[in-house]
């Protein structure tokens, strides 16, 4: 694929666009571009040789992660999803072979020994569809909820992720996300990644399903330095995150870690994760709409009325300052309003007050045009669902453009994934007890 043109871009948007295209000459680019001035490389902190010092959840990101001045977590701002497929090498009779298992613990080990656990190093985690778990004669276990993808509205009619597994790699650092995927799946005998030789790959145990293969970023101020893409209008503010104009992941309004978690069972200590792929319409929402609409769309027509949200968001703090009354008013603000919001509605699906879902979404440009893949964790996939419907509001009287983001957003893929604990990431069996 053809490298973007390094003169027309700045630094930032010149090590997104190498992400997103990926493969050993972007890798090349990338880490050419990442030296300093008197050649010094931008030093990504070293992992650990103690594997018992890891957190026993693949997904415990939060606290490796720095903090604003709010309290919200900073994510990592480069992400790109790998889809695999397993090769008819790694199995016997449909089922993972001993040495597919040991091949990829050994190689996952040699990441965490070469980067630190951190958002300045490698975050990562290896989920599992129900495809997957489907080559198996044992169902999964009682208490864990992974049912098939499909489609949640009337509106929507995406592809389903029903390869076998999703290997999401995140970092600060867009060399390490890319040079992680190719010393994974690149031609290169025993490549060194941040000073250690990675001594086994990928490669025979899973294929890379190219065309799946998404990317993306979050940070203050990232989108905008993709109005050059087809669909991305200036009026995208300078300082937001997110390309709909506001910030997200709120602390208050994120479940916890482990409110997310699997609490018995062989799965201990692993989750379910939902990753929705979908393209935005920026175009419609900043040029037909004024911040006063959109801040009403977003969250709630009373946080427009009584300017709580500020430009992007930053006048929320940690909470999207949703209160219970707030919540309760929905049916009544799409009957007097005749609009109500993303975020109220949403927050329908809370259970006993508190959210059930653990964010962990970003921009993409993935196809030349702006989209969001909305990555969330939870205990069951059902709690997705049910945000999802509670979102939806298909039960209010409220008309379809004024109807949140509804209008904006188009979902093109959906999956869903087991996050096993880090001790059965390599191959889990559908039921390890059995």
């Known amino acids: 694929m053809t490298l973007p043109d390094r003169s027309t871009l700045s630094r930032r948007e010149y090590a997104r666009a190498l992400v997103a295209v990926g493969g050993a000459t972007a890798l090349s680019a990338c880490l050419d571009m990442s030296s300093g001035e008197n050649g010094a490389e931008n030093t990504v902190?070293?992992?650990?040789?103690?594997?018992?010092?890891?957190?026993?959840?693949?997904?415990?990101?939060?606290?490796f992660a720095t903090r604003d001045d709010k309290g919200n977590v900073e994510p990592p701002a480069h992400h790109v999803l790998l889809p695999l497929a397993l090769t008819e090498r790694a199995t016997a009779d449909g089922e993972p072979t001993a040495d597919a298992r040991e091949t990829t613990e050994s190689t996952l080990r040699t990441l965490e020994r070469a980067y630190e656990w951190s958002t300045d190093g490698l975050l990562f985690t290896l989920g599992y569809t129900p495809s997957y778990f489907e080559r198996f004669d044992e169902d999964l276990p009682e208490g864990v909820d992974l049912p098939e993808p499909a489609a949640?509205?009337?509106?929507?009619?995406?592809?389903?992720?029903?390869?076998?597994?999703?290997?999401?790699?995140?970092?600060?650092h867009p060399e390490v996300v890319l040079e992680v995927e190719e010393g994974?799946?690149?031609?290169?005998?025993?490549?060194?990644?941040?000073?250690?030789?990675?001594?086994s790959n990928l490669i025979e145990v899973f294929e890379r399903v190219d065309?799946?293969?998404?990317?993306g970023f979050v940070g203050a101020g990232l989108p905008t330095e993709h109005t050059d893409v087809s669909g991305v209008p200036d009026a995208v503010p300078k300082d937001a995150p997110f390309f709909m104009g506001f910030r997200s992941g709120f602390d208050r309004t994120q479940a916890s870690e482990d409110r997310v978690t699997i609490d018995s069972g062989p799965f201990a200590d692993?989750?379910?994760?939902?990753?929705?792929?979908?393209?935005?319409?920026?175009?419609?929402?900043?040029?037909?709409e004024n911040h006063y609409q959109r801040v009403s769309k977003m969250f709630s027509p009373e946080h427009a009325a009584e300017e709580l949200v500020g430009d992007v968001g930053e006048e929320l703090g940690a909470d999207s300052g949703l209160s219970d009354e707030r919540i309760e008013a929905t049916a009544a603000d799409a009957r007097q309003e005749g609009v109500v919001g993303h975020a109220q509605k949403a927050a329908?699906?809370?259970?006993?007050?508190?959210?059930?879902?653990?964010?962990?979404?970003?921009?993409?440009?993935?196809?030349?045009?702006?989209?969001?893949?909305?990555?969330?964790?939870?205990?069951?996939?059902?709690?997705?669902?049910?945000?999802?419907?509670a979102m939806t509001g298909a039960d209010l009287d409220v008309p379809s453009a004024n109807n949140g983001i509804l209008h904006y957003i188009f979902v093109n893929r959906r999956g869903n994934y087991l996050l096993p604990p880090r001790g059965l990431r390599a191959l889990p069996a559908a039921n390890p007890d059995a």
């Open 152 to 172: 949640l509205t009337s509106r929507e009619d995406p592809a389903f992720d029903e390869f076998d597994a999703l290997l999401h790699l995140a970092s600060n």
């Open 270 to 288: 692993g989750t379910t994760q939902h990753v929705s792929s979908m393209d935005i319409q920026l175009e419609v929402w900043f040029e037909q």
């Open 211 to 215: 065309e799946n293969r998404r990317t």
């Open 45 to 63: 902190p070293s992992g650990t040789d103690d594997p018992d010092s890891l957190p026993a959840r693949q997904y415990a990101w939060n606290e």
């Open 184 to 199: 994974l799946f690149g031609d290169q005998e025993e490549p060194e990644r941040n000073g250690v030789v990675l001594e």
């Open 348 to 389: 329908r699906g809370r259970e006993d007050g508190d959210p059930p879902l653990l964010r962990r979404d970003f921009n993409t440009i993935d196809g030349d045009r702006p989209g969001l893949h909305f990555v969330s964790l939870q205990h069951d996939i059902e709690d997705f669902v049910r945000v999802r419907e």
